[in-house]
């Protein structure tokens, strides 16, 4: 199973970037993929994840200006990130929760958010 990551990037506050992650290597379905984030310094949080069904949760901290969305067929899973801060800075990681396989990461994509 392999998760590729892209679209992180050096932005200004204020603008925007958008993420995706592909995931490949296995028949088995995937039940929820997810977005998380590892700062300097501190642990990695969780961003947003959106469910088979296409329920989503977000962390507060980017409710109203990031959107997770899913493409069942591609196993592709894309995060819009909209009003960046330099608080968003961050390493940002893929997940995806197989069925029956568990759990597995990508390698991490940089933002970085100048103000």
């Known amino acids: 199973v392999r998760l590729v990551e892209s679209g992180g990037d050096w932005v200004q506050a204020g603008g925007s970037l958008r993420l995706s992650c592909a995931a490949s290597g296995s028949s088995f379905s995937i039940n929820t993929m997810g977005w998380y984030r590892q700062a300097p310094g501190k642990q990695r949080e969780l961003v947003a994840t959106?469910?088979?069904?296409?329920?989503?949760t977000y962390a507060d901290s980017v409710k109203g200006r990031f959107t997770i969305s899913r493409d069942l067929g591609k196993s592709t899973v894309y995060l819009q990130m909209n009003s960046l801060k330099p608080e968003d800075t961050a390493v940002y990681y893929c997940?995806?929760?197989?069925?029956?396989?568990?759990?597995?990461w990508g390698q991490g994509t940089q933002v970085t958010v100048s103000s």
């Open positions: 959106v469910n088979s069904g296409g329920d989503t």
């Open positions: 997940n995806a929760v197989f069925t029956w396989l568990g759990t597995y």
